[in-house]
C-alpha cells in the first residue's frame, strides 16, 4: 500500500502543479483579478503566506521557511505512517494530504507564498480562497476522521476475547 500511496501523492501534486500553471500562466489570472464563475463562486488571485485558508501568515523570510520545515517534517512523519497503514481509506487519506502538501511547499519555496484562486461567497462574504492542493488537504484529513471512527474490525479491541472466546462489546 505504501507505492500506491505515494504514487497517489505523486499524481495529487501533479494535478495542483498542473492547475496552479494553468490559472497562473495559461488563464493569467493575476492580470484578471477577480473572474466572476457563479453568483457564489469566484476565482480570484492571492498570494497566500500562511497555511490551509491563510492561517498563520508567515510575512517574513524566516516565517515563510520556518512553514516549508515544518510542512517537510509533517510529509516525513505522513510517509512514515503510510509505511504502517491500517486500511485501504488511511492510504487514499495520506496520499492526499501529503501531495496536497508537496504542492503548497513547491509554492512556497518557488514563489514565496502558494497561489490561491478559488473562492466561495455570499454577497460581501467570503468563506475562504483556496487551491486544488488545499482541497486534496481537506478532502484526505476529513478520510483520515472517518476512517479512524468508522473502519470495520480494527478499533483497538478484537472481536474475541483470546482468553475464553466470549464476544466483547
Known sequence: MFIRGVALALAVFLIDRASKWWFLD??????????????????????????????FSAES??????????????????????????SRLAMVAIGLVIGGALGN???????????????FHWG??????????????STGAALLVWDAFFRQGTTGRKKHDTENGTKQK
Open 26 to 55: 495559461i488563464f493569467r489570472l493575476p492580470e484578471k483579478g477577480v473572474v466572476e464563475i457563479l453568483p457564489v463562486f469566484n476565482v480570484v488571485m492571492v498570494w497566500n503566506r500562511g497555511v490551509s485558508f491563510g492561517l
Open 61 to 86: 523570510d524566516t516565517g515563510r521557511w520556518a512553514l516549508v520545515a515544518l510542512t517537510s517534517a509533517i510529509v516525513l512523519a505522513l510517509l512514515f505512517w503510510l509505511k504502517s497503514v491500517p
Open 105 to 119: 511547499i513547491y509554492d512556497r519555496v518557488v514563489f514565496g507564498a502558494v497561489a490561491d484562486f478559488f473562492q
Open 124 to 137: 460581501d462574504w467570503s468563506f475562504a480562497i483556496f487551491n486544488v492542493a488545499d482541497a486534496f488537504i
